[in-house]
């Protein structure tokens, strides 16, 4: 699209500066011309890691879920549209499946540019990794996958682990039948420092000339009266990555999920599915950020408080299933519990032009859920291409996701 297009100066609040704000904005800044400004308005912004000492309890609400995840790229496979019939979809799990699959051209976008930042920009707090999981109960769609599919990425090394190595791994964990690992694959991605990363992206924006404006809104209508344009008769055009769109989306809820940040520095991914349902894993954070134990994922659990005898668990689960990397509780050294909520969304990320009333004009892109991270900036990318479509007067927006 060329810039030109544009006849006159074009500003662009983004609302939220969590890693899908903050994608978005500089995706936007990127494209529009120097003259533009973008803003974020946020009521949180990104705060440092916890292993220099500083509290993120105290810094960040567990509604700030951009500074509680892990974060590790881990796909979510999807049955492809063929085998609805044969393996007898109903309309819901049809429409769940083609969710993923629009969110997979998402992830493997993002894991692009990911790799990119991570070999360029070591300090951004990105590392390609390998990954490794074990599922208890797989379902049929990871069943269906064969050694050298693109699962993460094109480039990712995918290996689906045979039959003695399976053997192997459960006689590690001395595991009985009804909790062995009946399917496990290997292959190659990357990790998330989540502090550094956000305040390298906050940074990024800042440098290119970006503004920022610490606001807790009452509501999203409430950006567009800030007053930022330059021009005070232009009204804004209004990005909306508040994570959880004010809740006033039914579709919306949270998903609470508890970890324990430990100094121990692991070199792999590892998740681990359990037929109860639980998970256990293991995400080492880049630039000695120490590893995320974890985790819970808790439908509209309300409590921002860590649960000591989830902690425990989680810890003990580590050991039992991971013992490489910790053998014993007592040489756990740990920093901090983290309890942050997922912004969940019924029909998954919502990106998608609203224009409400009075020529105003809202792109949202909220609703990330267990995801944010991992289709960040392809996410971003599409934010973005709306953005331009708007600021050029396309009346015919797209509404897709
Ligand atoms: C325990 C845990 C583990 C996770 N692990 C992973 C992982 O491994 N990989 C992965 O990809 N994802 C993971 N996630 C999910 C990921 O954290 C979220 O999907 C992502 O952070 C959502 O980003 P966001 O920018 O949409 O929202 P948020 O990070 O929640 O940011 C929302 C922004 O909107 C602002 N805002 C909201 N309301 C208002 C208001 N009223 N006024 C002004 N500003 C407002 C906030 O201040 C904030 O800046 C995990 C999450 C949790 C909790």
């Known amino acids: 699209m060329s810039l030109t297009a544009f006849n006159q100066l074009q500003d662009v609040v983004v609302v939220g500066a969590g890693v899908i704000g903050l994608s978005a904005a500089l995706s936007i800044q990127q494209r529009l011309p120097k003259s533009s400004i973008v803003s974020v308005v946020a009521s949180e912004f990104p705060c440092p890691s916890p292993i220099q000492g500083h509290n993120t309890a105290e810094t960040a609400s567990a509604d700030y879920a951009s500074m509680w995840a892990g974060a590790h790229y881990r796909p979510i496979p999807y049955m492809p549209q063929s085998a609805y019939a044969e393996q007898n979809l109903s309309q819901h799990q049809q429409k769940f499946h083609d969710q993923l699959a629009q969110e997979k051209q998402l992830a493997v976008r993002t894991a692009k540019i990911m790799k990119d930042i991570a070999q360029q920009f070591p300090e951004s707090g990105i590392q390609i990794v390998p990954a490794e999981e074990y599922l208890e109960t797989p379902p049929q769609e990871n069943l269906l996958l064969k050694t050298g599919d693109v699962y993460a990425s094109g480039d990712d090394c995918f290996r689906v682990l045979d039959r003695t190595e399976l053997t192997a791994l459960n006689h590690k964990t001395a595991s009985r039948h009804e909790d062995e690992i009946k399917w496990a694959c290997s292959y190659e991605t990357y990790v998330v420092n989540v502090h550094v990363y956000c305040g390298w992206l906050l940074h990024r924006f800042l440098s290119n000339g970006g503004k920022t404006i610490t606001r ?83 439908i509209g659990d309300d409590e921002t408080h860590a649960r000591p005898e989830t902690r425990n668990k989680l810890l003990e689960n580590a050991t039992h299933y991971f013992p490489d990397f910790v053998k014993d509780m007592k040489d756990f050294d740990i920093v901090t519990d983290n309890v942050g909520r997922r912004p969940w969304r019924e029909g998954g990320l919502r990106i998608v032009v609203e224009k409400p009333e009075d020529g105003r004009t809202v792109v949202h892109g909220y609703g990330a859920g267990g995801r944010g991270y991992e289709l960040s900036w392809g996410a971003a990318e599409k934010i973005c291409d709306l953005v331009l479509k ?12």
């Open 216 to 298: 807790n809104l009452g509501s999203l209508a409430d950006a567009f009266t800030l007053g930022i344009a330059k021009n005070g008769s232009q009204t804004p055009l209004l990005v909306n990555c508040s994570g959880r769109n004010f809740d006033t989306d039914p579709a919306t809820k949270i998903i609470r999920g508890q970890t324990v940040l430990v100094r121990n520095q692991y070199n792999k991914t590892i998740t681990r599915q359990c037929a109860d349902g639980t998970w256990s894993f293991l995400i080492p954070r880049p630039l000695n950020g120490g590893t995320i134990v974890g985790g819970t994922k808790e």
């Open 390 to 401: 708007c600021l050029q007067g396309e009346d015919e927006v797209m509404v897709k996701l």
